[in-house]
Protein backbone atom coordinates (compact mmCIF):
# COMPACT_ATOMS: atom_id res chain seq x y z
CA UNK A 1 0.00 0.00 0.00
CA UNK A 2 1.46 3.48 -0.88
CA UNK A 3 1.02 6.05 1.94
CA UNK A 4 1.56 10.11 0.72
CA UNK A 5 4.92 10.02 3.01
CA UNK A 6 6.13 6.89 0.95
CA UNK A 7 7.52 8.43 -2.41
CA UNK A 8 8.74 11.98 -2.84
CA UNK A 9 6.17 14.41 -3.67
CA UNK A 10 6.35 16.32 -7.19
CA UNK A 11 5.98 20.20 -7.05
CA UNK A 12 4.96 22.18 -10.07
CA UNK A 13 7.78 24.81 -10.86
CA UNK A 14 5.99 28.43 -10.39
CA UNK A 15 6.69 31.08 -12.40
CA UNK A 16 7.95 34.77 -10.61
CA UNK A 17 5.03 36.20 -12.62
CA UNK A 18 2.60 33.72 -10.93
CA UNK A 19 4.64 34.23 -7.63
CA UNK A 20 4.13 38.33 -8.27
CA UNK A 21 0.24 37.44 -9.06
CA UNK A 22 -0.12 35.95 -5.55
CA UNK A 23 2.09 38.80 -3.82
CA UNK A 24 -0.54 41.40 -5.68
CA UNK A 25 -3.62 39.58 -4.63
CA UNK A 26 -2.04 40.04 -0.84
CA UNK A 27 -1.07 43.58 -0.99
CA UNK A 28 -4.30 44.41 -2.69
CA UNK A 29 -5.65 42.23 0.70
CA UNK A 30 -3.78 44.32 3.33
CA UNK A 31 -1.49 41.56 4.29
CA UNK A 32 1.45 43.55 3.36
CA UNK A 33 3.87 41.27 5.38
CA UNK A 34 3.41 38.50 3.64
CA UNK A 35 3.77 40.24 -0.11
CA UNK A 36 6.88 41.62 1.42
CA UNK A 37 8.03 38.19 1.96
CA UNK A 38 6.87 37.00 -1.52
CA UNK A 39 8.34 40.22 -2.97
CA UNK A 40 11.91 39.94 -1.68
CA UNK A 41 11.92 36.49 -3.06
CA UNK A 42 11.32 37.65 -6.64
CA UNK A 43 13.84 40.10 -6.48
CA UNK A 44 16.31 37.33 -4.85
CA UNK A 45 15.51 35.91 -8.32
CA UNK A 46 15.10 38.50 -10.47
CA UNK A 47 17.25 41.99 -8.78
CA UNK A 48 15.42 44.16 -11.46
CA UNK A 49 11.91 43.13 -11.20
CA UNK A 50 10.35 46.61 -11.26
CA UNK A 51 6.61 45.73 -10.49
CA UNK A 52 8.24 44.48 -7.08
CA UNK A 53 10.57 47.19 -6.41
CA UNK A 54 7.71 49.50 -6.98
CA UNK A 55 5.14 48.03 -4.24
CA UNK A 56 7.69 47.17 -1.72
CA UNK A 57 8.60 50.84 -2.25
CA UNK A 58 4.22 51.48 -1.90
CA UNK A 59 4.67 49.48 1.25
CA UNK A 60 7.53 51.04 3.09
CA UNK A 61 6.14 54.60 1.97
CA UNK A 62 2.53 53.32 3.62
CA UNK A 63 3.88 52.62 6.89
CA UNK A 64 5.98 55.63 7.27
CA UNK A 65 9.28 54.09 6.51
CA UNK A 66 9.62 56.92 3.80
CA UNK A 67 13.60 56.38 3.77
CA UNK A 68 13.29 53.12 2.42
CA UNK A 69 10.74 53.83 0.31
CA UNK A 70 13.04 56.42 -1.58
CA UNK A 71 15.47 53.87 -1.80
CA UNK A 72 13.19 51.22 -3.47
CA UNK A 73 11.95 53.95 -5.67
CA UNK A 74 15.01 55.04 -7.32
CA UNK A 75 15.78 51.46 -8.23
CA UNK A 76 13.26 51.64 -10.34
CA UNK A 77 13.99 54.73 -11.72
CA UNK A 78 17.72 54.10 -11.91
CA UNK A 79 16.78 50.29 -13.97
CA UNK A 80 14.19 52.44 -16.32
CA UNK A 81 17.19 54.95 -17.02
CA UNK A 82 19.22 52.23 -18.76
Known amino acids: MNSPTASPQ ?24 AAEQLYWRILAL ?19 RIDEAIVLFRRVANATRH
Open 10 to 33: KHAAVSIGQVFEIARKLHEAGKWP
Open 46 to 64: EPQHMASLFRLGSIRAKQG
